[in-house]
């Protein structure tokens, strides 16, 4: 999903004033409306899974954010040095439009079945609150290693 896009939706559900249904342009209809607990039922037994709640915004339009990584899958220096500059210009500004250079490729997620997924692949969940909605971000970082028979074991095969 295109980050104008998902700016223009965040506008729409975040605004503290109340708008008419008719002037809401961006329809996010999803198959299921997830909540915060929903998702934290999810990884409730799994340790490697990180869940980081962040607020971003003023106290008139607060924007409550869910981060859900797997920690030894996913890249973390990515979620500080791109993730975090990226979701700040585009839920701190009160203006429509600002920050609109930067933008992320995040893609909705409905299925928990692709929840579960996209996390034990490395990627990144953003889960947004005000919209109910669940987006993935790639930013997999798989442990690189090189299985080799070990030096210290006694060869019984004889010499090599």
């Not at 973390?76 to 975090?84: S, T």
């Not at 979701?87 to 585009?90: A, D, Q, V």
């Not at 997620?109 to 490395?122: A, L, R, W």
């Not at 060869?155 to 090599?160: E, T, V």
């Given at each position: 999903m295109?980050?104008?896009r998902?700016?223009?939706t965040?506008l729409?559900?975040g605004?503290?004033?109340?708008k008419?249904s008719?002037e809401?342009?961006?329809d996010v ?12 039922s999810?990884f409730?037994?799994c340790?490697?899974?990180k869940?980081?709640?962040y ?5 008139e ?6 981060l859900?990584?797997c920690e030894?899958?996913a890249d ?9 500059p990226r979701?700040?210009?585009?839920l ?8 609109l250079?930067?933008?992320?490729e995040?893609?909705p ?14 990627q990144?969940?953003i889960y ?6 669940v987006y ?6 798989p442990?690189h290693r090189?299985?080799s ?5 006694i ?6």
């Open positions: 295109k980050f104008r998902l700016w223009k965040l729409d559900h605004s503290t004033k109340s008419p008719v809401r342009s961006v209809s999803h198959e299921h409306q997830w909540s915060s607990e929903e998702l934290h999810l409730h037994n340790a490697d899974v869940m980081d709640s607020e971003f915004g003023d106290a339009s607060s924007q409550s954010v869910l859900i990584y030894g899958l973390i220096q990515q979620i500080n040095e791109y993730v975090f979701l700040e210009s585009m701190n500004h009160p203006k429509p439009g600002m920050g250079d930067k933008k992320l995040l893609t997620i409905d299925q928990t079945g692709d929840i579960i997924t996209s996390v034990f692949s490395g990144l969940l947004f609150s005000k919209l109910n909605a993935g971000l790639d930013i997999a970082s442990p090189s299985p028979e070990s030096n210290t074991e060869s019984i095969k004889g010499p090599k």
